[in-house]
C-alpha cells in the first residue's frame, strides 16, 4: 500500500518537482498551497506523514503543525525551512515536528527522512503496544496509545515525541536512563540539535508531573536521567 504524503507548499514550481519525484518513488502525494481547512484535509486524505514548508501564506509551518498535533499527535511532520538559527529549529521541534530539512535540499535526502520517520512511528507503535493501556505515575494516568496524560489538574494531549520520551521513561522507572541511549531510540541520532530538542521536551513534560504527583525527572550529569516514581 502507497504511503500517503500531505504536502503544504506555496512555491509552485518546488511542489511540482518534489510531487512528481515522489510520486515515482511510489508515494501518494497531496500537495496544498496553504494550510487553510488543514482538519478536513487530514480526515479526508489521512496521511501517514506531513511535510510542511515553514513560510506558508495565511498560517505558518509552525502553527499548522501544533493543529496537526491537536487533530492526530502521531503523524510525523517534516519541517522544510529556510531558517538556520537553532531557536527556529528548537521551536520547530516544540511544535510538533518531528524532523527538518533545510532549503535547498536534495530529493534523495528527503525521501531518506521520508523513510525514516515513517520507520520511527512503526517502530514506536510496537513499543507502546508493549506497555498497559494505562500507567500509573504517581498521582498521574499516562495512556500510552492514546498519546494522553491525565494529570491532578489537567488532561494533558501529548505530541508523539512527549509520548514516545514518556514511554521510554516508563521503561526505565526509579533507574537511570542514558541520555544518549534516549536520544538514538526518539530521533534515531544524538546531534547537538536533537539534544537541544531533548531539553525542550524534558521540561515541558517536568512542567507536566509538576502538579504534586511526586514524579520527578532527575538530571544526572553527564549520564542522563533517573525517573523518580513513587511507589
Keep these: 500500500m502507497k504511503k500517503k504524503v500531505l504536502y503544504i507548499e506555496d512555491e509552485v514550481y518546488l511542489a511540482r518537482i518534489v510531487k512528481d519525484t515522489l510520486e515515482l518513488k511510489g508515494y501518494e502525494v497531496l500537495h496544498k498551497k496553504d494550510g487553510l481547512r488543514i482538519q ?14 515553514v513560510m ?27 531558517k538556520t538559527q537553532t531557536d527556529d529549529i528548537i521551536k520547530g521541534f516544540a511544535s510538533g515536528g518531528t524532523d527538518y530539512l533545510r532549503k535547498p535540499f536534495s530529493m534523495e535526502e528527503l525521501i531518506v527522512r521520508l523513510d525514516n520517520q515513517l520507520k520511527l512511528v512503526n517502530r514506536d507503535a510496537s513499543a507502546s503496544q508493549s506497555l498497559p493501556e494505562e500507567v500509573k505515575l504517581g498521582d498521574c494516568t499516562f495512556y500510552p496509545g492514546k498519546y494522553e496524560l491525565q494529570t491532578p489538574k489537567e488532561l494533558v494531549k501529548l505530541s508523539n515525541r512527549e509520548a514516545q520520551i514518556i514511554s521510554m521513561l516508563c521503561g526505565h522507572a526509579n533507574n537511570a536512563i542514558d541520555r544518549r541511549a534516549l536520544l538514538q531510540a526518539v530521533w534515531g541520532d544524538d546531534s547537538f540539535f536533537n539534544s537541544r530538542n531533548l531539553d525542550v521536551y524534558i521540561k515541558k513534560i517536568r512542567s507536566y508531573f509538576a502538579q504534586g504527583t511526586g514524579v520527578e525527572i532527575v538530571t544526572l550529569k553527564g549520564q542522563g536521567y533517573h525517573f523518580v516514581v513513587p511507589k
Design 56 to 82: 506558508l501564506p495565511n498560517i505558518d509551518g509552525f502553527t499548522l503543525a501544533n493543529h496537526i498535533r491537536n487533530i492526530n499527535p502521531r503523524l510525523p511532520v517534516i519541517f522544510l525551512t529556510a
Design 40 to 53: 478536513d484535509t487530514i480526515n479526508t486524505f489521512n496521511p501517514d506523514i506531513c511535510v510542511l514548508d
